[in-house]
């Protein structure tokens, strides 16, 4: 079989219920609805984790997160741990990367290795195409030739702010935050990462290059700071051009970065959540309007019919829901429901839809089996003959065609971040016990039922079809449900131990300060 042309695409902090296709009826997402017409929609798609590292990590491996280790920002991918990129490389395909996200693009955790060229939007000194300068030649090979320097002296101290406890609080003051947000990129250049994209495409295009392509992108627009273009305010927030109080709250959401991961201590004001909610779906709404750019370039390509493009989100996005904001310490709906689709023309139907609950970590499955690209790596010894097989049985392709091989299972593992944990260890301790921010979740989807578990305890049962927004447990009217979902949790987290087990992690957890959290640390097996 022809190897596809295979586009990655990962919209960082996307939540499904925002999107249009996934339901929202206050939507402006007209480019992804179209999109998920063509594709098939995956209704229930989990993801592996609630934020970046350890979701990337899950989608670049095929594996949960106890599984591959890379749970914290000072974490690395193990080199024993094939890389989606690298199995692509070694098949024969040309990859490239255009990420926003500095955890992905500028961290030395092992996320870019396998690809060709990386470009990276986020951080000081953004890496991008020659084609993007505006300088003609043959000043723009001098402008890179002193930004490659200027990368070279930046990435460490980036590098230091993004491992370092101490380092990332004093980021988190209301003075620094706007700084770095804006100047530092800190949300990248989606915009502009998206129209390089499209000018890629079209000169690759023109060089009718042979060789097969896997693009990765990863867009970070609906992150916080939020501060989308006027247009898509007053489209989805009219009110704010005569507030002052709404202008004043969002100025202050945007400076405050603290607050963007930390449980609430009050509940947020009427006003307030509104802001937030609305300013959320005008991000959304823009993001929505710069990738018609993009599905427009993939429409019209020669190769358009050999291409498996997938769309997913890394996780959502808490905005005040259980008393939590942002994506760092919950299992719920509002930060591992993710949008995913995927389109293939010949191999999936068109305008699909698919109501059984999939882990995105099985992106990697897909697009490896799409292109053959664990022959290369089996020959050389880095997968058995059972690792070959589990990637092409995990293929999200045959639960299009109703055999999924996890009878519908999806779990998501949520390791609290440690660097926020610390932050909110200096500020407001006493929370770290109200909201169990040291705790390990898990949560796991079958069907329409939900099972929450804290430290292997069972917290919390959720029926998402009649109870979507999860306020009603039903751990105590439904114990038969409680028991059978825990075995299977059981099982899955017995797998997950066991490759744990035989692969060597990378990177060690380092992490100095107070004894008592510390020792809480240790006990909860976060560091030895």
Known sequence: MEQPDIIFIVLDTQRADRLGCYGHKKAATPNLDAFARQAVLFQRAVAPAQWTIPSHASMFTGRYPTAHHVQQSNHT???????LAEMMHASGYETIGFCNNPLVGILNNGFKRGFDRFY????????????????????????????????????????FFGRSDLAFRLSLNAWLTPLWSRFANFKGQNERSIRDVVTFLREREQ?????????????????????????????QAPYMHASKEARDIIRRWNREAYRWAAPLAEP???????VLSDMYDAEVAYQDDYLGQLFTMLQTRAAADKTLTLLTADHGEGLGEHGYMGHAFVAYQELVHVPLMVHWPGRLPIGGKVSTPVSTRRVFHTMVAAAAADRRFASAGHLSPRNLALVHSLSLVDTVYGKDPEHGLALSEIYPPLNFVRAIEHRQPELLHQFRCLSRRRGLVQDSLKLIEIEDRVD????????????????????????????????????????????????????????????????????E
């Open 77 to 83: 991918l193990s080199p024993n741990l094939p890389h």
């Open 120 to 159: 990276n939007y986020g951080g000081a000194i953004p890496s991008v195409p020659k084609s993007s300068s505006p300088l003609p030649m043959p000043f723009n090979r001098l402008a890179e030739a002193y930004t490659q320097f200027l990368r070279r002296i930046s990435y460490p101290i980036q590098n």
């Open 207 to 235: 060089s009718r290059s042979r060789k097969p392509l896997f693009l990765f992108i990863n867009l970070m627009e609906t992150h916080l700071p939020f501060w989308p273009p006027g247009r898509f305010v007053e489209q």
């Open 268 to 274: 947020l004001g009427e006003l307030e959540g509104r």
């Open 460 to 527: 919390e049962l959720f029926d998402l079809e009649t109870d979507p927004l999860e306020l009603l447990s039903l751990v105590e009217q439904r114990p038969q449900d409680v028991q059978r979902l825990e075995r299977h949790l059981r099982r899955v987290a017995t797998l997950m131990e066991r490759q744990r087990d035989i692969t060597p992690a990378g990177a060690t957890l380092e992490v100095e300060g107070d004894d008592t959290l510390l020792q809480r640390l240790r006990g909860l097996g976060y560091i």
